[in-house]
């Protein structure tokens, strides 16, 4: 009967196969239906002054409200956009939508920085600089009003590549931050290489601070590490006073979090904007 019960774990894994097949499919179809439907639209997170609470900037967060499947969050949908390729319509439409919004804050007068995640596969694109040129004049929008984030490990997979398109967007005045900073395998030559602006410390580090010795430690040599090399550095997932207290008397000048604001509609962010710019 061992037979037999190998054949009951086939038909078992089988169905999981068909299962994770299924959703996966049934998601691309809901997904490409969102993108003809306008069912995506962006939140903004304020990243502020880890002193003064000034906001300096805004992350834009992608979210999907399907009407038969409700609210899916993009750690869920994210995955399966970037296997099945539909990433990169889902990332052009995002790098326009927060374009568009950042011009409009521009011509308000307002100058904090928009910063836009940017996936490996949505990266690798031959065409990808272009396309970030391309927005930037149609929305007359300067390139130093918007930062894009990279995570650690496709800097390195082609470097040669990467780099490339790393100084191309430079000469565009476009800002480079590194995501989730300290979760990825890299060489940490790449720093020094490469024209990258601001460190985002991964939140899991931030999450286990005052407290956590190893966690303390990381965080602190980041923040070193950080001034050594002149980069920004904004700590993620900032929950509580402890946690600000901790950061800013380890050096860290910026952070972002649900002490100060949860990602939200453009439209509610209106009281947390400095005052605009003398125009
Ligand atoms: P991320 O880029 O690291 O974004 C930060 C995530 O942390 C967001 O989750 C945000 O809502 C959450 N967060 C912010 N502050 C706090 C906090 O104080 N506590 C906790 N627990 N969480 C906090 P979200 O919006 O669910 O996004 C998850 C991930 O999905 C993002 O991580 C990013 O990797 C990806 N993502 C979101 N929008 C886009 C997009 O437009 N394009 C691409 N390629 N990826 C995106
Ligand atoms: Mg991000
Ligand atoms: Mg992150
Ligand atoms: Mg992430």
Known sequence: ????????????YQRQMNLGLLTRMKLDHAMREGLREQRFHLHYQPQVDLNSATLLGVEALIRWHDPELGEVPPGQFIPIAEETGLIVAIGNWVLDSAAAQASQWRRDGYRFTTAVNVSAYQFQQADFVERVADTLQRHQLPGEALELELTETFLIRDATEALRKLDALSALKV?????????????????????IHKLKIDRSFIHDVPGDEGAEGIVQA????????????TAEGVETEAQRAFLSR???TQYQGYLFARP???????????SPAQR
């Open 250 to 252: 380890a050096g860290c």
């Open 175 to 195: 800002r480079m931050a590194i995501d989730d900073f300290g979760t990825g395998y890299s060489s940490l030559s790449y720093l020094k290489r490469f024209p």
């Open 264 to 274: 939200t509609a453009a439209s509610d962010l209106a009281p947390m904007l400095p």
């Open 222 to 233: 980041i923040i070193n590490m950080a001034q050594a090399l002149h980069l920004q550095v």
């Open 1 to 12: 009967h061992v037979k037999e019960r190998g054949r009951a774990d086939f038909r078992f």
